[in-house]
């Protein structure tokens, strides 16, 4: 039973363009969500976060946006670069239970074309 | 400043076999988690470690996966005995309190033959 989605294995875009990566999660508990870059024979990289209390979080190129009545976050990417090409992992946690564990989704692959 | 580190980055046994791996945080961080991915999945959560205290342990697939985190600096995982299943890619990730952002480490591919 997952409880982070991301729907899409994989997204091209064109160099300069606006990358838009989703992801939905079911369980309502979850309080804090976050974006992980991952490149081959890499560990996940953090990327940016975003807690409940907010609906955007904005850093450079990267911004998160999210809808919790729609149990739904999504990262805008812009302008896309060749480098930003790897996958991209979704995760939330929960500050209730005390245990802050990461519960991901199975990642997009993100390939921007020069 | 270190990040996070992992021995050894790939190990490749035999079904029946042990192996341990190895992962030391980053310098002054309490909290140190393990997850692996299998192939084509999801980053799984194993357990969390606070210090040298098991936190939460829920993740961990069965008894044949033993963590340790002696005197809470580094920690070990190891598996005993090792079968097919157990195939994937093992990540260690610290932070400063729990609520802090968890940084990775490169991780160790174990592949069960």
């Known amino acids: 039973d997952q409880q982070v989605k991301q729907n899409s294995p994989s997204l091209s875009v064109q160099e300069g363009r606006i990358s838009i990566l989703n992801c939905d999660y079911t369980?309502?508990?979850?309080?804090?969500f976050l974006w992980y870059k991952k490149y081959p024979a890499e560990g996940p990289t953090f990327l940016i976060s975003i807690s409940s209390i907010k609906d955007k979080n904005e850093d450079g190129r990267f911004t998160v946006f999210l809808n919790k009545s729609a149990k739904h976050l999504s990262l805008h990417i812009v302008p896309s670069q060749p480098g930003d090409s790897a996958v991209y992992f979704c995760a939330a946690s929960t500050s209730q239970g005390g245990s802050e564990k990461l519960v991901f989704g199975k990642g997009t692959k993100l390939t921007v074309n020069p | 400043e270190a990040g996070v580190t992992q021995f050894p980055s790939h190990s490749v046994i035999e079904k029946g076999q042990t192996v341990t791996l190895r992962c030391d945080p980053i310098?002054?961080?309490?909290?140190l988690y393990w997850y692996r991915r299998v192939m084509g999945k999801e980053i799984k959560f194993l357990l969390h470690f606070v210090k040298e205290s098991k936190q939460d342990e829920s993740g961990m697939p069965n008894n044949r996966f033993l963590a340790e985190r002696t005197g809470g600096t580094y920690s070990t995982l190891k598996v005993q005995p090792a079968e097919l299943e157990d195939s994937g890619v093992y990540f260690c990730a610290s932070s400063q309190s729990g609520l802090d952002t968890q940084y990775f480490g490169p991780g160790t591919r174990l592949t069960v033959l």
């Open positions: 369980n309502s508990m979850f309080d804090y």
């Open positions: 310098s002054g961080h309490d909290n």
